[in-house]
Each structure stands twice: as structure tokens, then as C-alpha cells.
């Protein structure tokens, strides 16, 4: 079956349906949008469909064999790609396309997940497409005919991650396209792109999918019970790769108990207490900090969900309704629509290597204010500088 190990996307599928039927094939493809919504899962499928030997209309038919080559990761005219880090050891990267080739959502990069022995953890490590991995084994590559199927395909994965040298590199690539070869190219930032590159692929938007596809994916994966499945689809923001960690994170309860804790000490405004807090919640690095503003996000909007709709039925953290019920009672003055904004301001800062203690501080003082029914503009915003 075509398309059968991707979630959603209707909209995307639908178009390349039509372009494969035409037969009409671009040089390169760029899929953008959120992380973890399916763009590398369109793009294997993708790379199948262009190398199925009895395709319906353009789409693969899914049992032939090349189509079983494309679906275990080991088709020899498709060629996939990931960004790593310096000195990269040649095993791990195998064994991270392995479990790519599994399972399209799973998160194999270097920096989110630096062991693929476990799942947590992160690193600072930066990660890049080298202007060798593009001038040798990309070129090279995309110079042969096809061995045994119709085209040439890489997949490029974070293609926003090319240093200057190594996007000119590509550029040229791109420029002096070979007849039968295919460039998907994957990136969470597009904006990161450069322009010369973009306008030479055609364009495909990615959007967050459905909470009940993310829901019923985790169900069929066996990874989460239908009440737990809710749970973690509405927490993971359209991501269900996103959705798949946190099924796998077993401090899920432990990291909202301390957000629940900075909250109450940010309210008392106890300043000891919260550096000491503080100290604790970033003492887990960059990425996991960044975990822990999306686990307060989804509890504020649950705040917000309550006050405003006066309702528990969307709340994302069910199991803590009474703590949110008894907040919401305490604090009626509380500016929640603030306390989001200064949530969602803080975690791009921590995105740009911004002090992620300072920025926390700064984030306990505006937030008290706004728990208080006090306006806050501005504090978190002035350390950007
Ligand atoms: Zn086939």
C-alpha cells in the first residue's frame, strides 16, 4: 500500500499523488514545516514511489521488490542523508539510518539524542553537513545511473544544517541536474535555507497534524493506552515524533512536579528558594530545559482552558485537574494570556543560547507578576539583547 507509514498529511499526499501520475517529476523537492509531522515519512514514500517497478498511476504498489528494498532502507539508488556531528563515528551513523529506515518519526540526531542506546539526554554538540559529505559521497552518488531502479534519489535530511561552503557546494548541484536523479530535501527551518537553494526546489508545506491522528498512531504503536494517548497527542504540539518521546520519557511525572514547584515558589517570590530551583531545572542542559518550558506551556494553557472556556474537557494534564482547578480558584486576578506569552518568549531565547538561569529567573519574576494580575511587559524580552 502507498503511503502506509505515513500519519495525516492528506493535503501534501494528495499533490504528490498528482504529480506522480503526471509523471512529471522535479529535480528536487524541499518538504518544510514543524519537526516531527511526517516530512521524512512523505519523503521515503516518496523515494519508494519513484523506484516501484509496477506503480498504479505513479504509486507504488508496495509489494515489489523494490518496493521492499525502498521500505527496509536498503534500495541501492536511494541514498539518504542525515547532518552530523565532527568526527562521527561510522557505526553510530548506521545504526541511526537503520532506525530511520524503521521508523520515519523515530529521533535519530545527534544532537537530541546523542546515544541511540537511550532516549534522553542531549547535547550542545553542533551538527552539519560538511562540504565533503556534499563534494564526495553526495556528488558521487548522484553521478551513477541507477543500478535497478527508474531515478537517483537522496534525502536530505535538515537541509537548513549545510555551513555556507557546504550549501554552494550543494548549489552547484543543483544546478547541473543529471536526468534521472531526485533530491528530497527535509528541514525544520526554513528560513534557514539559503534563497539560491529554495528557489530551486519545488515547495512543499508541512502542517502540525491532528491530535487524534497523533493519538491513534500512538495506540497503533503500542507505545500508550487511548487515555494516555490523549494525554501525550495533545502535549506533543502536532508532533508525533515529539509524541513518541514523551511516551518513552519516564520523568514525564517527576519534570511536572517540578514545574509545578517553580510556579509556586515563582508566586511566593522567594528568591533563594528559586535560584536553588532554578539551579535544578537547567542543571539537565539546553534541550532539557526546553522540555520543561513545554511541559509548563501545557500546563498554563490548561490554566487558560479553564478559566476562559470554564472547562475541563480539552486539558492536556487530566490527571492534575485538581491542582489546576484550586489554582485557578486562588489566583482570579492572574494574567494567564501574559504568563503563555512569557513562556513562549522564553523558550526561544533558550533556543539562542541565551543563559538558560538567567533567562529562568527573569522568567519566575515576570511570572509572579503576571500570576498576581500585575502587567509584565518587556522583562524576559530586555535579556535578548
Ligand atoms: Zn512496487
Sequence with gaps: MAWENVVGQERVIHALNRTLSSGRIAHAYMFY????????????????????ATPTNGVACGACNACHKAKKGIHPDIHVLIPTIKDVDNDDLSSRLRALAEDPYATVDFQRRPSMEGSGGSTNKQVFYSVEMVNTSLRREMSYHPVEGRYRVAVIID????????????????????????????????????????????????????????????????????????????MADGSLSRAIELAANEELPQVREQVLDFLRLSFKGRGDLIV????????????????????ALGIIRDLMLLTEAGSSHLIVNVDQEETLIRFVNNLPDARISDMVEAI??????????????????????????????????????????
Design 276 to 295: 536553588a530551583k532554578v539551579d535544578q531545572l537547567t542543571a539537565g542542559g539546553r534541550e532539557h530545559t526546553k522540555f520543561l518550558l513545554t511541559v
Design 33 to 52: 514545516g514543524p519537526e516531527g509531522v511526517g516530512k521524512r515519512a512523505v519523503a521515503f514514500a516518496l523515494a519508494q514511489a519513484l523506484q516501484c
Design 159 to 234: 537541509a537548513d544544517k549545510m555551513r555556507a561552503d557546504a550549501a554552494n557546494a550543494f548549489l552547484k548541484l543543483l544546478e547541473e541536474p543529471g536526468d534521472k536523479t531526485v533530491f528530497i530535501l527535509t528541514t525544520d527551518r526554513v528560513d534557514h535555507v539559503i534563497p539560491t537553494i529554495l528557489s530551486r526546489c519545488q515547495q512543499m508545506r508541512f502542517e502540525p497534524l491532528e491530535v487524534d491522528d497523533i493519538a491513534k498512531s500512538l495506540v497503533e504503536r503500542d507505545i500508550a493506552d487511548p487515555n494516555t494517548a490523549g494525554v501525550l497527542a495533545r
Design 344 to 385: 513562549e518568549r522564553t523558550c526561544h531565547l533558550v533556543e539562542r543560547n541565551v543563559n538558560t538561569r538567567l533567562v529562568l529567573i527573569s522568567l519566575s519574576i515576570v511570572l509572579r507578576a503576571a500570576m498576581r494580575g500585575e502587567r509584565t511587559a518587556g522583562i524576559v524580552t530586555d535579556l535578548a539583547v
